[in-house]
């Protein structure tokens, strides 16, 4: 499969990159917070130990160490990677990866984990149906399916992990540190080049 045309989308500057970062994370809180109120829907717990925290961050390693094996294991993979590394954080500066972490990291496990989980059931079928949402959200055009199908793995392991553990502190942690790593390893990469 050729790589996909990064002339399909004009080329965003910092500026655009952060401002559709926290529109999203503007627009998913609200989605969450109005699902919350108006479909009665209880929002997972969180609680803040230290034993949640670790477990977070061994989460967030395990979908890093995982996302780069696939990453040279699948080229259709490594090819739709390569197109949302330079659309989204080439244009931002090493700073600018700690709103990566935090803006989706928060807003997208409030909704889907935090609100949509329990709307749906907090069982197994609300686990599948939030994770293939979470990975269709993830998908900016048909060339980018192997994303989305990484996003839905990957919603897969937080909603597993929020359903086994009934804290919604864990997978938050796990995706912003997942966020965090691989925006600075991919910013370093780009910025040795």
């Known amino acids: 499969m050729n790589e996909p045309n990064n002339s399909d989308f004009e080329q965003l500057t910092r500026t655009q990159v952060l401002v559709v970062m926290g529109v999203t994370a503007l627009f998913l809180l609200i989605i969450a917070k109005v699902w919350n109120l108006l479909g009665n829907v209880p929002v997972l717990e969180w609680s803040l130990d230290m034993k949640s925290l670790l477990l977070g961050l061994g989460i967030a390693v395990g979908i890093s160490i995982a996302s780069t094996i696939m990453y040279w294991i699948w080229p259709d993979y490594r090819n739709s990677a390569n197109f949302y590394l330079e659309l989204v954080i080439k244009p931002l500066i090493l700073p600018d990866i700690i709103w990566l972490g935090l803006l989706p990291g ?3 496990e409030l909704l889907f984990r935090g609100v ?4 749906f059931g907090f069982n197994s079928i609300a686990l599948i149906l939030s994770s293939i949402i979470f990975g269709l959200v993830h998908m900016s055009g048909v060339k980018q399916w192997p994303y989305a199908v990484w996003a839905t793995v990957v919603g ?11 804290n919604l502190l864990i997978p938050i942690v796990a995706h912003i540190i997942t966020n965090l790593i ?7 990469v780009m910025l040795a080049e």
Do not use: F, H, I, N
């Not at 897969?156 to 009934?166: E, M, P, S, W």
């Open 106 to 108: 928060l807003s997208e």
């Open 116 to 119: 949509m989980l329990p709307a």
């Open 156 to 166: 897969l392991v937080l909603g597993y992990t929020a359903l086994v553990t009934g």
């Open 182 to 188: 691989s925006g600075l390893v991919w910013k370093t």
